[in-house]
């Protein structure tokens, strides 16, 4: 099993719709990021999470929420997807130390 | 704040080509500085790390030394591959982050 997986894969879903985008980790690592990927912008950070009880907005943290549900569970919700939420986001863990990620394989929404 | 910025790309280069992938940042302090990859249709991969000025990061055959004094990390490997070609993101470590670059396609033709 991949030490971050994220669910789904892929997910096509209309305009106004609320959507959740799931990952769990197997690392024991304190720290969850969620980002988002579009092309030629690298990534941005939405939220993040310390512990189950710490959460932090990021750069772009507007029209998305997130839940921290265990140390290994955090979750990302679009409350009412938008076109131009269309990207590809990840989740990824790291340590304490801050340093080296490691991330899911990502999915891609696509929002019509 | 702080930022990287590296070459746009794609960067285009023939089999066992000498590459160069430039990558320079602004940060207040002495962060540590990171090298990841992404392959086609995959998440990001640490592929190496400087923590602080004059180390040298190594893996699979690419190199990047932290130079304080052109603040900058730059990505080189001797003799590229096919199988080299992906993103490749160059980022800064700040207390609870990593600050990215925009990222460089690179790709390799046989």
């Known amino acids: 099993d991949a030490d971050v997986t994220q669910t789904p894969r892929n997910r096509i879903t209309k305009t106004g719709k609320r959507i959740m985008l799931e990952c769990s980790q197997t690392?024991?690592?304190?720290?969850m990021y969620w980002y988002r990927q579009d092309p030629g912008l690298g990534l941005r950070l939405i939220y993040y999470?310390?512990?189950?009880?710490?959460?932090n907005k990021g750069e772009i943290s507007d029209g998305y929420s997130v839940s921290r549900q265990a140390q290994a569970k955090f979750s990302l919700s679009l409350e009412s997807a938008i076109p131009n939420q269309t990207a590809l986001y990840f989740c990824a863990t790291s340590d304490l130390s801050g340093g080296g990620y490691t991330f899911g394989s990502g999915t891609r929404l696509t929002v019509v | 704040g702080d930022s990287v910025t590296q070459m746009e790309g794609p960067v285009t280069l023939s089999e066992e080509a000498f590459l160069t992938i430039n990558c320079t940042y602004t940060?207040?302090?002495?962060?540590?500085l990171f090298w990841y990859v992404q392959y086609p249709g995959e998440g990001l991969q640490l592929l190496l790390k400087a923590t602080k000025a004059d180390d040298k990061g190594s893996n699979k055959g690419f190199e990047a030394t932290y130079r304080k004094e052109t603040t900058s990390f730059h990505l080189e490997k001797g003799s590229v591959q096919v199988s080299d070609s992906a993103v490749y993101f160059c980022?800064?470590?700040?207390?609870?982050?990593?600050?990215w670059g925009a990222g460089t396609k690179l790709i390799i033709k046989p």
């Open positions: 980022a800064l470590g700040s207390n609870y982050q990593l600050i």
């Open positions: 690392k024991g690592h304190d720290r």
């Open positions: 940060a207040t302090g002495y962060p540590s």
């Open positions: 999470s310390f512990d189950v009880k710490d959460i």
